[in-house]
């Protein structure tokens, strides 16, 4: 006869009076961890006791139950009614749910305790992530769900939008196919079908870094520190439609601005409203761009206004701000660090003070209806105006005097010329190649070049000696050549202007350094009156003598890659040829060094314009074979953002801005149309077509 089966007993369930029960000194727990007793004891106190304590008799030394109960295993929970009681919130002798084991059962107090606690399965932070989205649907708030939960309203945003992710890799996420750090990546962007591209180009990737998959979410959008973004302010933007993606997880600097084409609209109607007011004060015309290029005002005579003359009131602020910058600094003068408000203050003074030195120019009326102004925005986001510029078509000659007297009788009888506002437009994109290896495309070569003729000219002009050297070259060459030129003296420095520039040169530190030294000399010379300009010059020391002639000698550096003109116009093969020789020695002479002038290789002003063969020698050749090797699979736009990455720090130059080394008296293969050998790096065509872009995108790491 087959024997039937044991059947367990559960430990019977009973209320016992609070004051019943003890802390057992065989709970397992002796280390704080979880939600604090202070937060259990208010949970429980909202919602009530959730789970009974486990308890056994307490029995005397004979082995007879003395009535009390000790805990083993819930001893948190205890602690929490414990305090609770405390408070006056719970009775002592209210009921307490327990589970209630035999005093003599074959389990031990140490078992129960341990197991209650390791058994308990963690819940998974994806229910975590929806049940808090169900409460939300509810219509809790953030901070009601943060409250209930014990958790920041930060944290509960947090996990609100990882749970709006794509359903489709929350999937992935709960089946451990994804990690928390790349589902926090993913929660930039609120564009499900968007994500899961991104997911299906990088799924069959080794490398699923979280920073690959924000980069690829967010490539076509703004920064919100972008200086549109700051002028127009991303209230305007979302106010007029627009999106922000946002990442909760790291700093954004502010986020992406998703609508791009929206905040170029709300750019430009804020300009033009800008220049239409500007254009009230009488200027002919108005050119207004996001952004001009560098030496935009090149060619243009700049009208010598006369600064406003302060108030009354604004010279005794004035007054006040000095004397309370002066207390200030002397007040503190031996402390070790300023006080975060005295330093706020000191800031604030020397902004109200530096907008009391800028003040506004007064212009004849005469020169205002045949001059103009750039309408821009500057690096922080603020409006720039650039008053005062004649073009060279608008100056008045002898034999428009007459023209000129009718023009002044017009305005002086009240009639209004209206001024020209012009808006300037994005330059086209270059076409892209995935050939084999060919000469770089010629804007590309320009705007290096540009670059290198920039640096050279701030590097001259802080070599006195140099520039010396350069200058009496030239007059001997004049002298002994016969090379004439116009002018009493036949020597001349002729400015050179940059007809093609990348975006980038005008915000270069040769830039600043040569605009800030310019404007430091021209504030030093009286350059409407030759004579005096005479006499300044004349009495200058011999030091600043040589800065000055190194200052203007440096004007007229030219390092400039041009297409030779086989049609004679312009210049020749080997005129480009001799322009570059010589900028080559001139670069040696002041030990001209591209990568401290600060510039670096990027998307925008090198990898994305030219082939992928290009891409990868410039890896190899900075990082070597095998950091080439692992993106030498990836498309075009992801390995020029890779290389970015890759040779950010790394010293590499393109081969036109490098310090070139004395010639060995080899001869390159390719040649001028004149026979001439010219550098194989100088260009005479663009790249091709650009590369397929259906193929699924990957993304790798050095």
């Not at 006499?535 to 297409?563: P, Q, T």
């Not at 736009?637 to 990455?645: G, I, Q, T, V, Y």
Request: hydrophobic share 40%; proline share 5%.
């Amino acid at each position: 006869m087959a024997t039937a089966a044991k059947k367990i007993t559960l430990s019977a369930s009973r209320d016992i009076p609070f004051n019943k029960l003890v802390l057992s000194q065989s709970n397992v727990r002796r280390i704080k961890a979880g939600v604090s007793i202070e937060d259990l004891a208010e949970d429980i106190a909202r919602r009530g006791l959730l789970q009974n304590l486990n308890v056994r008799p307490v029995v005397d030394d004979d082995g007879n139950e003395t009535g009390m109960f000790e805990v083993p295993a819930g001893g948190r929970r205890f602690r929490a009614l414990e305090l609770l009681a405390k408070k006056k919130w719970l009775a002592r002798t209210a009921p307490v749910p327990c589970n209630v084991r035999e005093a003599d059962s074959e389990i031990s107090a140490e078992e129960d305790s341990l197991a209650e606690n390791v058994q308990r399965a963690a819940l998974h932070p994806l229910d975590q992530f929806r049940a808090f989205q169900k409460f939300r649907e509810q219509g809790m708030s953030e901070e009601d769900i943060g409250a209930r939960f014990f958790v920041s309203a930060n944290t509960v945003k947090q996990r609100l939008k990882l749970a709006s992710v794509s359903e489709k890799l929350l999937d992935l996420y709960a089946e451990d196919a994804m990690t928390l750090d790349q589902l926090m990546a993913f929660s930039v962007s609120t564009d499900h079908t968007r994500q899961e591209q991104v997911w299906d180009a990088i799924e069959h990737s080794w490398s699923k870094e979280p920073y690959q998959i924000r980069r690829m979410l967010t490539e076509n959008t703004v920064r919100a520190s972008d200086r549109r973004v700051r002028f127009v302010t991303i209230d305007a933007y979302e106010e007029a439609g627009g999106t922000v993606l946002r990442d909760l997880f790291q700093d954004d600097d502010g986020g992406w601005i998703e609508d791009v084409a929206l905040l170029e609209k709300l750019v430009g109607e804020k300009l033009t409203a800008e220049a239409e007011t500007i254009a009230e004060e009488g200027w002919k015309w108005i050119s207004v761009e996001a952004d001009f290029p560098y030496g935009h005002t090149n060619g243009l005579r700049a009208l010598t206004g006369a600064p406003v003359d302060l108030t009354d009131e604004e010279r005794a602020t004035r007054e006040a701000l000095r004397e309370e910058f002066d207390r200030l600094e002397a007040e503190y003068a031996e402390a070790d660090e300023l006080p975060d408000e005295v330093d706020e203050r000191l800031g604030e003074i020397e902004v109200a003070l530096d907008a009391f030195e800028d003040r506004p120019k007064q212009y004849d009326p005469a020169e205002i209806g045949r001059a103009g102004a750039f309408v821009s925005i500057r690096h922080d986001g603020q409006l720039s105006v650039e008053r005062g510029y004649v073009r060279p078509e608008d100056e008045v000659t002898e034999g428009d005097d007459e023209v000129e007297s009718d023009c002044d009788a017009a305005v002086g009888s009240g009639a209004v010329q209206r001024t020209v506002i012009s808006v300037g437009d994005e330059p086209e994109p270059q076409d892209e190649d995935d050939d084999a290896i060919k000469p770089l495309p010629e804007r590309l070569m320009i705007e290096l070049t540009a670059h290198r003729s920039l640096a050279l000219r701030d590097a001259l002009a802080n070599n006195p000696s140099v520039a010396m050297t350069a200058l009496i070259h030239k007059l001997v060459r004049d002298a002994f050549q016969h090379v004439s030129s116009p002018g009493c003296l036949e020597a001349s420095v002729r400015q050179v202007y940059f007809p093609v520039q990348g975006d980038d040169l005008k915000d270069s530190a040769a830039a600043k350094t040569v605009d800030d030294r310019h404007e430091t000399w021209k504030a030093d010379l009286p350059l409407d009156d030759d004579e005096t300009l005479w006499e300044k010059i004349d009495g200058l020391d011999d030091a600043s003598r040589m800065a000055l002639l190194a200052h203007c000698v440096s004007f007229g550096v030219n390092a400039l890659y041009e297409k030779a003109n086989p049609y004679g116009a312009g210049p020749t093969a080997r005129g480009v040829q001799q322009r570059i020789h010589e900028a080559d020695r001139l670069a040696r002479a002041v030990g001209l060094d591209m990568v401290e002038t600060g510039w670096r290789p990027t998307v925008d002003n090198y990898f994305g314009r030219v082939t992928k063969p290009r891409i990868l020698e410039a890896v190899r050749e900075a990082k070597g074979e095998v950091t080439a090797q692992l993106i030498d699979h990836l498309k075009k736009p992801d390995m020029a953002k890779e290389a970015e990455r890759l040779l950010a720090d790394s010293g590499w130059l393109p081969e036109p801005l490098r310090l070139p080394v004395i010639d060995d008296g080899t001869t390159s293969d390719t040649e001028g149309d004149d026979g001439e050998a010219l550098p194989a790096f100088l260009s005479d065509e663009d790249e091709g077509d650009e590369e397929p872009a259906d193929e699924p995108q990957t993304v790798a790491a050095e």
